[in-house]
């Protein structure tokens, strides 16, 4: 059920990047991006005081917002890191002649985007 949501969104991002001709600075702040969208609309993580029982300590929350400082820190690096980056760096070390190089063409980028919009469908609607 995540793997449309994580995969999709990383080969997205690496796909952006590769088509824009951008580096790891652009891998990141998308993969930030990416961890706002999921934790904050997707499963809604980022607005939960008590996600997956994981409580929140009271001089991290910032009541304007309603999010746990802590918590949003660690989502969104969390999958900045481990959902984009990693999944990115490890692909291109496995294929380093098409680590600058675009993998999809324009019909595989819309299968991809629908598959990362089903996969986070799914999840918005499990959790």
């Keep these: 059920m995540i793997a449309p949501m994580d995969g999709g969104g990383a080969l997205l991002i690496r796909e952006i ?11 990141f702040l998308l993969g930030a991006a990416y961890g706002v ?6 499963d809604q993580s980022l607005f ?9 300590f009271p001089h991290m ?14 989502f969104v690096t969390g999958h900045a890191v481990w959902s984009i980056a990693v999944p990115i760096a490890l692909t291109g070390m496995l294929w380093p002649d098409s680590r600058y190089t675009p993998c999809l063409g324009n019909v595989g980028l ?6 990362y919009a089903a996969g986070c469908w ?6």
Excluded: H, K, Y
């Excluded at 990047?17 to 891998?27: D, E, H, L, Q, S």
């Excluded at 799914?122 to 959790?127: A, K, L, S, T």
């Design 122 to 127: 799914m999840v918005f609607r499990m959790i």
């Design 37 to 42: 969208i999921e934790g904050g609309l997707v």
């Design 48 to 56: 939960n005081l008590n996600f997956r029982g994981v409580p929140s």
């Design 17 to 27: 990047v590769c088509r824009t001709g951008r580096g790891w600075p652009a891998v």
């Design 110 to 115: 819309a299968v991809c985007a629908a598959l």
């Design 61 to 74: 929350v910032i009541p304007s917002l309603g999010i746990d400082a802590r918590n949003t820190q660690a």
